[in-house]
């Protein structure tokens, strides 16, 4: 058992977390942990009617209504949708947050994924991991932590990458019990919601999202489950906490 029990999801876009891993977020804070979200960008794009600021104001909003759900905090680095670069100006914002939520374990995008944000970002979060405890990297108002934490990737969207293969999670959470919280944080992203229903004609968002959990609970027999890897380079935490925190509800491949 761990004595920080500060989560972090730092992922692209606003509801890429409640896509991803908002179930597991679900089920640590029932554990007791402290639950933040943080998104590269505030979805900026997320709109064919709303100019930039509009939308942005909207969706920064949503995503913190649905962290609230579970008594959690939001952050967002203020990055522009299609323009996260790997540069030390983002890096600098990625390590700050670090430094302040100081968490344990950290959920980020696949490093293979249908969109470059994801994968910017997730190369991103791990070098945060790994630079948020060195003292030679200053940043005002924070200072450096250590251990580096535990850094789990999410699935990739319909988990392929971009060239259709298949990747496969090799630890899968069970969120059976907790799929109507993580609907209800999903449903947050309101903006998001109405489009796609507009396009599609019904609830596509929560369908998808649904679609996916089912068929990543089919790989361990059962309902619902989210699927990671974790991050097992040199000097990154090796055990997997989940496991010890989460008990039979994670499965290992
Ligand atoms: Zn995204």
New binding site residues.
Partial sequence: MSDNKAVLSL???P??AEFMCAGTLVLLHKKGWDIHIGTMTSGDCGSAELGREEISRIRRNEAAVSAKILDGSYHCLECDDVFIMYDRQTLVKAIKLLRQVKPAVVFA?SPSDY?V??EITSKVVQTACFACGMPNIEIEGVDPFEPIPHLYYADA?ESVDILGNNIEPKILVDITSVMDTKEKMLCCHESQRNWLMVHHGMDEYVLSMKRFADDRGNKIHVKYAEGFRKHLGHGYPHDNILRSELGDLVFER
């Fill in positions: 992922m692209a876009h509801d890429d995008p969109m944000d994801h969207l």
